[in-house]
């Protein structure tokens, strides 16, 4: 177990977590759904396994201006969650939650509320799916929102998944309403935890 | 013609003058500059944890601030960099959540920018400025030339330091 990392984990974990990513995704998305009003479709999500500097560039490069939704992850596994969307995709969502289409380069503070609500549902809805299927009992802390450059953004996740590897496992879903909403998840679960939902799954390690 | 040369997260590089060299969207990471102003060969480096020692996995020497600046140190001598010389500037380090959940993780901005103080300290090179802390992304442009430092940030008048 001490030798445990996400490059060493075999094919048949990495497709447990790509579904676990699959599902919980599938969820988000119905709830972003029923707070939107509308049907929302969603293209097949892409679980990577990706190295920090491949990250930021997947999103449209470092320099990318994002909104990342983060909070702690307690209960039966520990770890923490990030969502992150276009800062135009966000800008999309939360007009459309309140109704009326918002400008400019800045956030009023209703709309910066509004969208900690949007990344609290997905986020919420994710965690969900997760702690359903594998039975564990997981709690989300109270997220926290960014918005910033993407690799600033991304800095945070990579620390964390830096302490144990040089790769961060990372969820991109597409949504769609009337525009194409590039999402990215990425769960970062600690290594003990990647166990207990395995373990829970039926499945045994190594 | 002189060129930008690209540092990414966790990497670190030697550049001399005239080119200059860029890390784009430093979060709670910090990216250290260092320079010899006799033969204007400077670094960048930009490192994402404070300390090798504290970590099982730290095969990856550019990832930390200890062993990150002394490889720096290392390139920038073989370039022809003079130790005795060398100056640094920082910037990074910020808190990018205003909460964040992992009791280590709290306040790895703060953490990363004491690490690079403290190598810098060991290696006797002074540090002529810095913009660390705070809440934002830094992307930064290091010109060994003249040592200048620029940092940008969304929302925020460009700086030199």
């Known amino acids: 177990m001490a030798d445990l990392t996400l490059e060493t984990m075999s094919n ?34 892409q679980v990577k396994l990706l190295e920090f500097k491949d990250v930021a560039t997947l999103m449209g490069g470092e320099e ?3 909104a990342g939704i983060y909070l702690g992850v ?5 770890g923490s969650i990030m969502f992150l969307l276009e800062q135009k995709s966000a800008r ?8 009326m289409p918002t400008e400019g380069d800045t956030f009023t503070e209703m709309e910066i509320s509004a969208l900690q609500e949007v990344g609290n549902i997905i986020t919420g809805s994710y965690l969900n799916s997760l702690s359903m299927m594998t039975n564990l009992k997981i709690y989300p802390t109270i997220p926290s929102l960014a918005m910033d450059m993407a690799a600033a953004i991304l800095s945070v996740p990579a620390i964390e998944f830096g302490v144990i590897g040089d790769n961060i496992l990372l969820i991109q879903t597409q949504f769609f309403d009337e525009i194409q909403l590039d999402g990215y998840f990425i769960l970062i679960p600690e290594l003990e935890s990647y166990v207990k939902i395995l373990s829970s799954l039926g499945i045994s390690w190594g | 013609m002189s060129e930008v040369i690209k540092v990414g997260m966790a990497d670190l590089n030697v550049c001399v003058s005239p080119n200059s060299i860029t890390t784009l969207g430093l979060g709670s990471c910090v990216g250290i500059a260092i320079r010899d102003p006799v033969t204007k060969v400077g670094g960048l480096a930009h490192i ?30 073989a370039k022809g960099a003079n130790k005795g010389r060398m100056v640094a500037k920082i910037a990074g380090g910020a808190q990018m959540f205003a909460f964040q959940n992992k009791m280590e993780m709290v306040r790895i901005g703060e ?27 830094r992307t930064v442009i290091f010109y060994p030339e003249n ?10 008048p460009q700086k030199v330091i």
Not at chain 1, 15 to 43: H, R
Not at chain 2, 49 to 61: A, E, F, G, K
Not at chain 2, 123 to 130: F, G, H, Q, R
Not at chain 2, 147 to 156: L, N
Request: aromatic residues 4%; proline residues 3%; neutral net charge.
């Open chain 1, 74 to 78: 307690e209960g039966d596994i520990t």
């Open chain 1, 12 to 45: 048949q974990y990495f497709d447990v977590l790509k579904e676990l990513g699959n599902i919980g995704a599938g969820n988000a998305t119905t709830a972003l759904a029923q707070m939107l009003q509308c049907k929302v479709d969603m293209s097949v999500p």
């Open chain 2, 111 to 137: 953490r990363n920018v004491e690490a690079a103080r403290k190598k810098l300290a060991e290696l006797k090179i002074p540090i002529l400025a810095s913009d660390t802390g705070d809440s934002y992304g």
């Open chain 1, 64 to 66: 990318q201006l994002m």
């Open chain 2, 48 to 77: 994402m944890l404070p300390d090798s020692t504290q970590i099982r996995n730290n095969s990856n020497i550019p990832k930390f601030a200890d062993t990150g600046i002394a490889e720096l140190v290392r390139l920038m001598v």
């Open chain 2, 147 to 156: 040592g200048d430092f620029v940092i940008k940030a969304v929302g925020r």
């Open chain 1, 92 to 99: 999309h969502l939360v007009g459309k939650l309140m109704g």
